[in-house]
């Protein structure tokens, strides 16, 4: 069981780790995030596409836990668990960013919208976690609670565009 547990938890860490990067590569390699995967206009527009479609974009780190069903089959389900639970996750802390950063609780600084608000092409890569920011050297901490959000609607948590 505990195997199992570690496996889950090292899919969500992976995952996270990929997502990262692949952020950061987009950002190093415009054309990369211009031709490839739509994020010049993502950052254009500075909008999400809403939790599902984004659910569908971050679960491209799923496939990689296929391999763990070379040690056994739990052990890959336990995987690719983690590995669907962080793209969720992923998908729901990029929309709740973009519409409601206030509400991103487990994040001192919700690094994604300050990553927009501010242009920073440069630093906080991270969507759901900060973790690989912080690792990376690429966190940059901001004064980012300003009227601006202050004077936001009140929203729930699930107030979000999900498709």
């Keep these: 069981m ?62 990689s836990g296929l391999l763990a069903f070379l040690i056994s089959v739990p052990v890959g389900i336990s995987f690719i668990l983690g590995s669907l639970v962080y793209a969720i996750f992923a998908a729901y802390a990029h929309q709740l960013q973009h519409e409601n950063p206030t509400k991103c609780v487990w994040l001192k600084m919700p690094v994604h919208y300050v990553h927009h608000k501010y242009n920073q092409w440069d630093y906080n890569f991270g969507l759901a976690v900060d973790w690989w920011d912080k690792v990376f050297g690429t966190y940059k901490a901001v ?21």
Aim: aromatic share 20%.
């Design 2 to 63: 505990l195997l199992l547990i570690f496996c889950f938890l090292l899919a969500f860490i992976w995952s996270s780790f990929i997502e990262y990067w692949l952020h950061r590569l987009m950002h190093i390699y415009p054309r990369f995030g211009r031709d490839i995967i739509p994020h010049y206009r993502h950052h254009k527009e500075n909008s999400a596409q809403g939790v599902i479609p984004e659910f569908k974009d971050y679960s491209m780190a799923v496939p």
């Design 143 to 163: 004064d980012w609670l300003t009227e601006e959000e202050l004077e936001r609607p009140e929203q729930g948590y699930l107030q979000l565009k999900w498709w």
